[in-house]
């Protein structure tokens, strides 16, 4: 599963018909890069050297397509040598690098690193670079993930690649259960219903996250909102935990029903875990992000794996993360770093990662999503509209509080509730109580 690379928690539309699709063909990447990339033949004496550090090994798929990127940047830009770091992000490192001037140039981080960094002083304010775009640039981005970027009114990162959660299921085992497998459930009655009809010996209709962790609780937090409910509320300018309401009541209370419907194991499944039980087609059903219909199609061919906006009770909900590029204010060539962080956000190169073997996320630009590649797989679709109406696993104003507060008391006492060691209703008088205690 996808892991953010931040220091915590690392992320209403008309619902639309499910999308599905034959096994994808993707590109081949042609250009191939050390971690060092080589510098261009045409390289002058001016040229600047950038550090771009990433969270991909570049071993991967993942890590191949972002080095043709980067080719393809030094082929139009012969006076800036790109060097990649996958050595991921975390907040130690980053801080001593920071502190000691030694930082990378650009730094991807996932939707809650600019508001963790922000009070920090840890970035530069992109503002300036950003004002010299033409309004429909900045405006083709989706509302929902350019907020990760800024913080108390600075633009400190440009986001680069999102996701949303969706419903990801086997049409063929809706068809054994005689479920419609061009009709998904888009309701929590008709969620139930239909898993309750594809459970039978050892096949289970939904593989359910309750292993305790950040996997198990923002899969709740899709419950929580698709009923009506927040996670936090700002009263009288303070932020407060607002997870004792009637609406997460019901929220968690159905959740913990959907342990009927899964396999004995969930209490230890986290979002990996789901993957293999569909893999393996012990569950028909599980809910994450794109970068599993990616690995299915990989690692399963033979499933005729389908998605489709998440079931909901009372409105439509989902979480949605993102991908952030930033420049540490220690950078010594801003405006090197700049020129790239432009050429990743286009939206040719955006269409790139995804069509190249990048299709674990999808673009944060609306204009990159019209590409013909999202007709040849109409899959991913829901993925995109989710980023219309999702929301981020965190409270982005209070981040580095709320993460505190998400580590050290949502999650275990989510964790209790759903192995019957407390009451529901006790679980989140406790989430709210002491979870406010930690963000005053």
Known sequence: MFRRYSIFALLVVVLMTAACTPVATSTPVENEVSETVPAPATATS???????????????????????????????????????????????????????????????????????FGPQDAFLDLAPYVDQWDESK????????WQFGTYEGKQYGIPWIAHSMQLIYNRDMFREAGLDPDNPPKTWDEFFTAAEALTKGDQYGFALVGKQGHDMAWSWYNFVWQNGGELATLENGQW?????????????????????VAPPESTSTDGGGAEALFTQKRAAMFVLGPWNVASVRKNAPDIDVCVAPLPYNKQPGTTVGSGILTIPRTSQNPEAAWKLIDFLTEVDSQVKLVSAGFAFRIPTRQSATQDPWFQENPEYIPFVEGLSYGRPPTVIPIAQKYNQAHNEVIQPELSKAFIGEEPPEEALVNMEKNGNLLIQ
């Open 46 to 116: 001016q040229q600047v050297t950038i550090v771009l550090q990433e969270p991909w090994s570049l071993d991967s798929d993942r890590g191949k397509v972002i080095q043709g990127l980067v080719s393809d940047f030094m082929a139009d830009n012969p006076d800036i040598r790109v060097v990649i770091k996958d050595t991921g992000v975390k907040n130690e490192v980053f801080i001593t690098e920071v502190l000691s001037n030694s930082a990378a140039d650009v730094i991807m981080f996932g939707e809650d690193g600019v508001a963790t």
């Open 240 to 260: 407060q935990i607002a997870l004792n309401s009637p609406e997460a009541l019901e929220a968690l209370n159905f959740y913990i029903k959907l342990k009927d």
């Open 138 to 145: 900045r405006n083709d981005f989706f509302e929902s993930v």
